[in-house]
C-alpha cells in the first residue's frame, strides 16, 4: 500500500472513531429507559419504562434525585460524574445493610417522589396502580 493511500485510510479511520464517540457521548443521557432487570427471586411484573429526558427538562427532576454515590451519609454525585445502574449497588435478591433491595431502591424512588407530589397538589406520576408503571410481564 501507498504511503498516501495509507495516511488517507487512516485519517479516515481516526475520523469514524471521532464520530463514534460522538455517539456515545450524545447518548449519555438517553430519551427513554426501559427498566428491566435479572436476578430477581420472583420477577412477575413487567418492564417499566422511564421518560427519562422528560422527567429531567420538563418535570425539572435533578438528576441526583435519582442517581447518587454515597459517602458517610451524603449524595456526592454530581451531573457529568459516570452514571452506574441502579443494580450496581442495589441486589435484586436481598437488602444488604441498609442499602434497599433493587425493586424496593426503584419503588422509593419513584413511588415517593410521586406520591408526595400528589399530597402538595402538584401534578404528578402513578404510586398506585402497578399497571400504570409496569408493562403487561411478557
Ligand atoms: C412509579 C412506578 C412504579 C409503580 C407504580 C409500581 N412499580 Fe413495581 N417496579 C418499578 C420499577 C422501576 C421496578 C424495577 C423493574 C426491574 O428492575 O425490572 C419495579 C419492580 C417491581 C418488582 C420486581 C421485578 C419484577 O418485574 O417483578 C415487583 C414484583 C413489583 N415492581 C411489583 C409492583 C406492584 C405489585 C406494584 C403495585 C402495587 C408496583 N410494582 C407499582 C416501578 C413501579
Ligand atoms: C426520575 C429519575 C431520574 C432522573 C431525574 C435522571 N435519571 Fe438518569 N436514569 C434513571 C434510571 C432509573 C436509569 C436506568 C438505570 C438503571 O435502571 O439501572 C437512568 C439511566 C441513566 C443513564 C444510562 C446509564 C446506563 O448505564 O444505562 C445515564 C447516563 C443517566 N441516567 C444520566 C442522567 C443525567 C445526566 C440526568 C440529569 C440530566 C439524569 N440521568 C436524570 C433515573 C433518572
Ligand atoms: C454506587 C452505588 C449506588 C448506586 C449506583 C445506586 N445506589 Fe441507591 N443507595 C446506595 C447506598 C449505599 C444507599 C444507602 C444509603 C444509606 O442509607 O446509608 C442507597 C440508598 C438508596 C435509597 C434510599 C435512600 C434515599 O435516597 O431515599 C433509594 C430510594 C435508592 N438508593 C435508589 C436508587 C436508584 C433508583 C438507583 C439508580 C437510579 C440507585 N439507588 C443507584 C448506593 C447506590
Ligand atoms: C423527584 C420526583 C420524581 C421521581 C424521583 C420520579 N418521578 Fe415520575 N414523575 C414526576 C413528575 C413531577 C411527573 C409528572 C409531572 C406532570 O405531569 O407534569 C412524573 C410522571 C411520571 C409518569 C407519567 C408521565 C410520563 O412521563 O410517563 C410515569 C410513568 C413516571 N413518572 C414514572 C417514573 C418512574 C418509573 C420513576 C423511577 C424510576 C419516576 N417516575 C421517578 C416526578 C418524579
Known amino acids: 500500500m501507498s504511503k498516501k493511500l495509507l495516511t488517507l485510510l487512516t485519517v479516515v479511520l481516526s475520523g469514524f472513531l471521532f464520530l463514534s464517540v460522538g455517539i456515545l457521548v450524545a447518548a449519555d443521557a438517553p430519551d427513554e429507559v426501559v427498566i428491566e432487570n ?20 420538563d418535570y425539572k427532576v435533578a438528576c441526583a434525585e435519582c442517581h447518587h454515590v454515597i ?28 442499602v434497599l433491595k433493587l425493586n424496593n431502591a426503584y419503588h422509593n424512588n419513584c413511588k415517593d417522589c410521586h406520591k408526595a407530589l400528589e399530597e402538595a397538589g402538584k401534578p404528578t406520576g402513578p404510586f398506585k396502580k402497578c399497571n400504570d408503571c409496569h408493562q403487561k410481564a411478557s
Do not use: F, I, M, R
Not at 435479572?38 to 429531567?56: N, Q
Not at 459517602?71 to 441498609?98: I, L, R, T
Open 38 to 57: 435479572k436476578g430477581y427471586a420472583k420477577d412477575t411484573k413487567g418492564p417499566v419504562k422511564l421518560t427519562h429526558k422528560k422527567h429531567h427538562a
Open 71 to 98: 459517602k458517610d451519609g451524603k449524595n456526592v454525585w454530581k451531573e457529568g460524574d459516570k452514571v452506574q445502574k441502579c443494580s450496581a449497588c442495589h441486589n435484586p435478591e436481598k437488602k444488604e445493610g441498609n
